[in-house]
């Protein structure tokens, strides 16, 4: 199962910014209210483009998860800083029902991976790509 996000980053409007950085230091009205954009989005996409007929992932029914994170720029990136944005996705995704939770007997794995430019000027584009695992 895939889900793509495009966000944009905007360092000089923060009002239109949806990527949240780990070494970023905003304040914390400011930061939540992003992080709530973000899950807000995540849900609205997530409720469009998923399987409806499939059942969520579960204890029963765990998962493994990989992030791969496009940058719109050729300046390095660390991938897991990016960690605040996946947080707030992940957290749309379970409100849409992708999952019945985000705990670790759910989601027993996740891993960032660099996938070069995302072609989309301002945009970072990340992608899930979600597995099930079979259940130890």
Request: glycine share 4%; aromatic share 10%; net charge positive.
């Amino acid at each position: 199962m895939r889900f793509e996000f495009s966000l944009p980053r905007n360092t000089r409007q923060k009002a239109l910014n949806m990527v949240i950085n780990s070494n970023d230091r905003f304040h914390p009205q400011i930061k939540a209210k992003m992080t709530k954009r973000v899950r807000k989005f995540a849900y609205w996409h997530t409720m469009a483009t998923k399987d409806k007929e499939r059942a969520a992932f579960s204890p029963s029914n765990p998962c493994e998860v990989t992030v791969t994170v496009f940058s719109p720029t050729r300046s390095r990136l660390d991938p897991p800083n990016l960690y605040p944005t996946v947080k707030a996705l992940i957290d749309g995704m379970t409100d849409a029902g992708i999952w019945t939770d985000d705990n670790h007997k759910v989601i027993k794995m996740m891993s960032f991976v660099y996938g070069g430019l995302s072609n989309e000027k301002g945009h970072y584009r990340l992608v899930f790509d979600i597995e099930e695992v079979k259940n130890d």
